[in-house]
């Protein structure tokens, strides 16, 4: 019997085709018997003859698999199937269509145009699908390879809740609404300096597919388009920076740093550091400057002044600190001497030039490793001998084990370029020094042997050096690293540096000698503001400046320590005589400091002075007078120097306002990453490839928004970010 002839009701089906596995069926008084041991049957009954069609389909393909919905439509409605027909209804009005794939989405679409604008939604996307689809010949999804492997039923609406401390002039955006192509790509361009991407990544294949899969309506901006949207949007967080900078009531102080590409082009980075109105230390780039190759030293003041006037801050700074203490001091006094024009230093600039705590640490080490060179060379030589095979290893495991070395630390191979990396090599080659001493005995192949000589050398660097590791790392993790804290540290530097230069040892001796010439330099133009910085710290105030004199200049403790007293008094006239003029007034506008008369034949220079001294009764403590009567405030690892100083600010006004300058200057300019770093500040390829527009842009910029972020602010945007809320069974 042929497959689809007709058959009697009370007749058998016999299968015309072999069958490998055997099935029977039966029909019998209407009714219908199937059985077969491996696969599915589908049964088809023309019921107009009562003919029946029976053929095998495999399980893999038992089920059809619901063609795919591509349409941006169905992302507006839900597809159910209710007995043989498909429904689409919409997600807005809860209408019911046809969602039949042979109805095509063109009905579905005219109902939604319809039902959009009633709710006041943007329907500019759809339209522009819809133009697209008929325009575009050529799409990313001609390499998009899984893509026919998906299983894609419909998509769902996902609810949603939202922040409730959004702003009101924000676009609420729901999962099914609007999509804005606008804001997606300044939200791309804010993902790329925040991050520091490159530029040239939108035009990656990978990204494209990516942005395809995770919203069709994405249109992918050329390269230079995203370079437009990140320079609107530095220019829009600098006015941002401006009006913080500018609305602060304290000064500022600056940072400049040197930096470098790789092919040796110099950059010159200014950042501005203050404590803000609630006390919290803040540091923000203000320019990433490219100096020309032909560029002079004399020429950088000029540089750092003129972004001092494009920000409008030449009157508000307070010091200026340079990361390399061999910057010549004209360059300082021409600064000095600009800004000096429009607003008087305090103190007479006595803390106005500092140099970078940081750096001066790494010069000294750079001294240390480059006297120990040579025998450097021979431990690194000596590790990488031991290290060299299993039967080097074994035969120095033999020998530590008879000379009696019970060390558990491993040898170490230093990294170019990590000075703390040296400093454990030459620690943990000094715990078997036993063993290398006569490792040559045993291993004829090994010729990095050092004397006992070169041993007690490396023992005593290697004690500085770790001296010196410590104080780097209480400077780079610190919670809250106020100018406060470098003051005690520098000083145990300044002792070494003392005892090593009364070294019998005629090596160790001009070697230290060399260290604290360069040191000294540091101390004559720091010392002063370390010392100021610590008595502003309630814990200490001038009895750790006491302390510490008396063992750095012995007999000449009394002289220095009236030196800085009468120095922070100075500075606290100064602040008092700035109070009273703005009490009276006469300060500029959003700052607590006073103007000068530009006026070069005033002869009442001196009179503001006078009014202040005169008018002060004698009977009334100052500010400073009271704070250091009072008893030091317990010492504890988690005193937190900045919101002591917001909670005391009424009961020491004047004294407060002096203690948030000073606080907030930058005694050093390494980032903590760079710390132990011997090379100087490199530049990527891709953001040294920029031009210097671009390139400050995106330093800038990048800055900025991390410091947003760090701070737990919401970065801004054009609308708010939904979060998926699970649904509600």
């Known amino acids: 019997m042929d497959a689809g002839s007709p058959i009697s009701s009370n007749e058998p089906i016999k299968d015309p085709y072999p069958n490998p596995i055997g099935f029977t069926l039966a029909l019998s008084l209407g009714s219908l018997t199937i059985r077969t041991p491996n696969f599915p049957i589908q049964l088809q009954l023309l019921l107009g003859g009562f003919h029946a069609i029976v053929m095998e389909i495999p399980d893999e393909t038992a089920i059809k698999k619901p063609k795919r919905l591509t349409s941006v439509v169905w992302n507006h409605f839900e597809r159910i199937r209710k007995a043989d027909i498909c429904y689409a209804i919409c997600v807005h009005c809860n209408k019911k269509l046809s969602g039949s794939s042979n109805s095509g989405t063109t009905h579905l679409r005219n109902h ?22 008929k325009d575009n010949t050529v799409s ?3 390499i998009n390879g899984d893509e026919a492997q998906r299983q894609d039923a419909f998509i769902k609406p996902t609810i949603m809740r939202f922040d409730p401390d959004q702003r009101k002039d924000e676009i609420v955006t729901v999962a099914s609404g609007k999509f804005d192509q606008d804001r997606s790509q300044y939200d791309l361009a804010r993902m790329i300096i925040l991050h520091g991407y490159s530029l040239p990544m939108v035009d990656d294949v990978g990204f494209k597919v990516f942005v395809k899969n995770l919203q069709p309506l994405f ?100 010091s200026l600190t340079f990361d390399d203490c061999s910057t010549d001091d004209d360059i300082v006094l021409r600064i000095k001497d600009q800004i000096s024009q429009s607003r008087p230093l305090l103190g007479h600039g006595q803390l106005f030039d500092i140099r970078s705590a940081a750096h001066v640490i790494n010069s000294i080490v750079n001294d240390a490793l480059e006297a120990l060179r040579e025998v450097t060379h021979k431990i690194r030589a000596s ?58 005995e045993h291993d004829p192949s090994y010729t990095s042997d050092l004397t006992d000589t070169e041993w007690e050398w490396s023992s005593f660097i290697a004690g500085y050096l770790r001296l010196l590791v410590e104080i780097t790392n209480a400077f780079s993790g610190n919670k809250y690293p106020t100018a406060s804290i470098y003051f005690p540290e520098i000083c145990d530097v300044h002792i070494q540096l003392i005892d090593w230069c009364k070294s019998p040892d005629d090596f160790l001796r001009s070697m230290a000698l060399k260290m604290k010439d360069k040191f000294d330099k540091y101390w004559s133009k720091c010392s002063l503001s370390l010392a100021v910085a610590v008595i502003l710290d309630p814990r200490f105030k001038m009895k750790l400046v006491e302390y510490y004199y008396s063992q750095i200049y012995g007999s000449q403790s009394l002289e220095k320590i009236k030196d800085v007293s009468d120095g922070i008094k100075e500075l606290f006239d100064a602040y008092s005589i700035c109070s009273t ?21 005033d002869r009442l220079k001196g009179f503001d002075k006078f009014l202040y001294e005169t008018s002060q009764s004698q009977n009334v403590s100052s500010d400073l007078e009271k704070y250091l009567q009072e008893p030091n405030f317990p010492r504890n690892c988690d005193f937190n120097i900045l919101n002591w100083w917001k909670v005391h600010t009424p009961r020491y006004p004047i004294l407060s306002m002096m203690a948030r300058d000073v606080l907030g200057t930058p005694m050093s300019t390494i980032a903590p990453e760079s710390a132990f770093s011997i090379d100087g500040r490199v530049l990527d390829k891709c953001r040294s490839s920029l031009n210097p527009d671009t390139r400050e842009a995106l330093i800038c910029t990048q800055d900025w928004l991390q410091m947003e972020v760090k701070d737990g602010s919401r970065l801004s945007s054009h609308s708010v970010r939904p979060i998926p809320m699970a649904e509600s069974s």
Request: glycine share 4%; aromatic share 8%; with cysteine.
């Open 112 to 133: 939604l145009m319809r039902c959009l604008k009633r709710s006041n939604f943007d329907v500019s996307q759809l339209l522009a699908a819809k133009r697209r689809k």
């Open 140 to 142: 990313l999804a001609t």
């Open 219 to 318: 249109e992918i901006v050329p390269n230079n388009d995203v370079k437009n949207f990140c320079m609107e949007i530095y220019r829009k967080e600098r006015g941002k920076v401006y009006e913080m900078i500018n609305g602060l009531h304290g000064r500022i102080n600056l940072s400049v740093e040197m930096w470098y590409s790789p092919e040796g082009v110099e950059y010159l980075c200014l950042t501005a550091h203050f404590i803000d109105e609630e006390w919290k230390l803040q540091k923000k780039i203000m320019n990433f400057v490219t100096l020309d190759l032909s560029h002079t030293d004399d020429l950088l003041s000029e540089v750092i002044i003129k972004c001092l006037m494009d920000w409008d801050v030449d009157s508000k700074l307070f």
């Open 383 to 440: 590790v990488k001998h031991v290290r060299s095979s299993q039967v080097a290893q074994r035969k120095f495991n033999e020998i530590t084990q008879q000379v009696g070395i019970s060390s558990e630390r491993r040898l170490i191979v230093d990294c170019p370029g990590r000075w703390d990396s040296t400093c454990l090599m030459l620690e943990t080659a000094l715990e078997y020094r036993g063993a290398f001493s006569v490792l040559q």
């Open 581 to 601: 003029m703005v009490d009276q007034g006469s300060a500029l506008p959003g700052s607590s400091l006073p103007s000068t008369c530009s006026d070069p034949r």
